[in-house]
């Protein structure tokens, strides 16, 4: 059913919740996963691909640690790094290389915080077709 999974993550402990929830989903379901960041720093989005900068270098780190965590509990997984706006970046990613499932974990904000911080889930879940997990951290 789900044969392979988007799983963004934002380099925050709420990643824990999705990634803790999708190692269960992805063995019942035998789905390959790609993990997705997209870092959003000044770099990132003036240069995109070209950016160097240690935010990109720990994004980069960070995205590797998850996969290797996938791959040792035997869930094979890659690892994408994409620059700019971060609900631009999952849609685009979505449309151009499609997925089954796109799994996120939410922060929780509340109307005010929505209003003035954007709520990337949400964007992400009216612009794309496919069904959208959404996990909301602790």
């Known amino acids: 059913m789900y044969e392979k999974i988007l799983v963004t993550v934002d380099g925050t402990p709420t990643d824990r919740a999705i990634i803790e929830h999708i190692k269960e989903l992805a063995k019942v379901m035998g789905s390959h996963l790609v993990l997705l960041h997209v870092a959003d720093?000044?770099?990132a989005r003036t240069y995109?691909?070209?950016a160097v900068s240690p935010e990109i270098r720990?994004?980069?780190q960070y995205l590797e640690s998850v996969r290797a965590e996938f791959e040792r509990a035997g869930i094979p997984a890659d690892a994408e790094l994409a620059y700019g706006d971060p609900a631009t970046e999952i849609i685009k990613w979505v449309q151009q290389k499609g997925c089954d499932l796109v799994?996120?974990?939410t922060h929780g904000h509340r109307f005010l915080a929505d209003i003035f911080l954007?709520?990337?889930a949400s964007q992400v879940q009216?612009?794309?077709s496919v069904p959208v997990l959404l996990l909301r951290a602790k």
């Open 126 to 128: 009216h612009r794309i």
């Open 48 to 50: 995109g691909r070209d």
């Open 41 to 43: 720093g000044w770099a």
């Open 103 to 105: 799994a996120m974990s």
């Open 118 to 120: 954007g709520n990337t």
């Open 58 to 60: 720990d994004d980069t």
